[in-house]
T-cell receptor, first 117, second 111 residues
Framework: GAGVSQSPSNKVTEKGKDVELRCDPISGHTALYWYRQSLGQGLEFLIYFQGNSAPDKSGLPSDRFSAERTGGSVSTLTIQRTQQEDSAVYLC???????????????FGPGTRLLVL | EDQVTQSPEALRLQEGESSSLNCSYTVSGLRGLFWYRQDPGKGPEFLFTLYSAGEEKEKERLKATLTKKESFLHITAPKPEDSATYLCAVQGYSSASKIIFGSGTRLSIRP
């Protein structure tokens, strides 16, 4: 079946503007994760959803970052008042979420490349 | 604090030249160690999960091994299509939900 999809694939915005990034997980996957990957850096965990709930949002770097998930499927990551340091690739992953989500294989989307000018 | 360090940062090999990538980790109780492959412009692709020291897993030309302090990804007789960035990640019991990723090793295989 289809893999994880993300949109847009690229986003260029001006400092101070808000952006929304979308993730469509694999059908039937109840667990969803957002990561950020900066140039030359490892992946940084942002938030984890199980269904529509976010049991762990400890990785969100500031209150400008928020995420929601509706219908146990699509998730949106919103960055308000973007700053240049927000420029990065934002990756979404999903997994079955059936038992101990963090021991399950996570399947990643292609990412959204965000550039804040 | 859980930490993952990968070495080398970059590795260039001739086709057929076997080598190993290293992942050193510090974690308070290991729940799992993960290896991913990432091609340019794409998301990471899952390769292996290792759970306990002594465990080994293989897939084609790749073999992952695990000790109490590090993991190795052995590449045997690599081909140009094995060129990618290889990422290591760990999840510890104390970090609860977080998976900590290393910064990766960029592998380049010359024909």
């Amino acid at each position: 079946g289809a893999g994880v999809s993300q949109s847009p694939s690229n986003k260029v915005t001006e400092k101070g503007k808000d952006v929304e990034l979308r993730c469509d997980p694999i059908s039937g996957h109840t667990a969803l994760y957002w990561y950020r990957q900066s140039l030359g850096q490892g992946l940084e965990f942002l938030i984890y959803f199980q269904g529509n709930s976010a049991p762990d949002k400890s990785g969100l770097p500031s209150d400008r970052f928020s995420a929601e998930r509706t219908g146990g499927s699509v998730s949106t990551l919103t960055i308000q008042r973007t700053q240049q340091e927000d420029s990065a690739v934002y990756l979404c992953a999903s997994s079955l979420g059936e038992g101990g989500a963090y021991q399950e294989t996570q399947y990643f989307g292609p990412g959204t490349r965000l550039l804040v000018l | 604090e859980d930490q993952v360090t990968q070495s080398p940062e970059a590795l260039r090999l001739q086709e057929g030249e076997s080598s190993s990538l290293n992942c050193s980790y510090t974690v308070s109780g290991l729940r799992g160690l993960f290896w991913y492959r990432q091609d340019p412009g794409k998301g990471p692709e899952f390769l292996f999960t290792l759970y306990s020291a002594g465990e080994e897993k293989e897939k084609e030309r790749l073999k992952a091994t695990l000790t109490k302090k590090e993991s190795f990804l052995h590449i045997t007789a690599p081909k140009p299509e094995d060129s990618a960035t290889y990422l290591c990640a760990v999840q510890g019991y104390s970090s609860a939900s977080k998976i900590i990723f290393g910064s990766g090793t960029r592998l380049s295989i010359r024909p």
